[in-house]
């Protein structure tokens, strides 16, 4: 046998892991369990998959807020615009932090054995960066459409944005978790 077509796993490692996820016996409707390692494997792989799309967006956004205020116009902004604009970049640089750190906790602490830790940890950054990146984009869209849209329509339409991302990034999700904990209890009984 070539080295290439050598088996992936070591000799007497137990496979009983894959074997589960694998098993044509398994049934489709149910989730074989995770051991407590492979769940936080999962968690840890999944809140790099959400990092790397917010961070992404966040970087973009915050990016072209600070070239904003070397633009002529910017010179020409109301009192309350430039306040408006401030506190944007200020939930920018919020928000990146944020949804960076994650990054820089790992890499301080990988090693140390304390990766559930580190999850629960970027977990709550992750879902505090978020508030902070919609907040970011509603003032944002406000700044924009305070200067597009005459009178209070910038106003309604950035609480109607607001409104959706509330329902889409926290409504929904919560809904979801209610229902199958309601499943679930359904199930158990």
Excluded at 10 to 30: I, L, M, V, Y
Excluded at 50 to 58: A, I, L, M, P, Y
Excluded at 161 to 184: E, H, K, N, Q, T
Aim: aromatic share 6%; with cysteine; hydrophobic share 45%.
């Amino acid at each position: 046998m070539t080295r290439t077509e050598q088996s992936v796993e070591p000799e007497g490692r137990n496979t009983d892991c894959c074997a589960r996820h694998d098993s044509p016996h398994a049934k489709p409707d149910r989730e074989t369990p995770e051991t407590p390692h492979e769940r936080v494997n999962r968690r840890w792989n999944e809140i790099l998959q959400e990092t790397r799309v917010t961070q992404t967006g966040v970087q973009i956004l915050f990016g072209f807020l600070l070239s904003v205020a070397f633009t002529p116009l910017f010179r020409e902004l109301e009192a309350l615009d430039r306040g408006i604009y401030v506190a944007t970049v200020v939930l920018g640089a919020a928000a990146t932090g944020s949804l960076i750190a994650p990054v820089s906790i790992h890499r301080f602490l990988s090693g140390q054995r304390m990766k559930d830790d580190v999850v629960e940890i970027a977990g709550r950054l992750m879902m505090c960066g978020m508030v902070l990146l919609a907040l970011t984009i509603g003032c944002t869209l406000l700044l924009i459409l305070r200067f597009v849209v005459p009178g209070v329509l910038a106003e309604v339409l950035v609480t109607g944005v607001m409104l959706w991302f509330g329902l889409c990034w926290y409504g929904l999700p919560l809904y979801l978790r209610r229902r199958a904990d309601r499943r679930s209890r359904a199930r158990d009984a």
